[in-house]
């Protein structure tokens, strides 16, 4: 199970780069990112848990920052 865990993160993360909308491919790219952690922890391999937790965490926060600075935009957009 884990080998084919594994290459399903990987593909998952290589469609990511597919996306044109930023939002999209750093929600891909969480997703993918949870499938390495989780096949990291299966594997006992803490070099990917880590790595992957890393890209979760900087996706997510990019996601988090773009989403409180839409509305701004539109506002700013309106005047």
């Known amino acids: 199970m884990s080998d084919w865990?594994?290459?399903t993160?990987?593909?998952v993360f290589t469609s990511s780069?597919?996306?044109t909308r930023p939002g999209t491919?750093?929600?891909v790219?969480?997703?993918a990112a949870i499938m390495w952690v989780t096949y990291?922890?299966?594997v006992d391999a803490r070099p990917v848990i880590v790595a992957?937790?890393?890209v979760l965490g900087a996706a997510a926060?990019?996601?988090w920052k773009e989403s409180v600075a839409q509305p701004q935009r539109a506002t700013v957009a309106e005047h």
Do not use: E, S
């Open 25 to 27: 491919l750093r929600r």
């Open 5 to 7: 865990l594994g290459w």
């Open 52 to 54: 992957n937790f890393l």
């Open 61 to 63: 926060i990019a996601t």
């Open 29 to 31: 790219q969480m997703v």
């Open 9 to 11: 993160a990987t593909a």
């Open 40 to 42: 990291g922890v299966l």
């Open 17 to 19: 780069y597919f996306f």
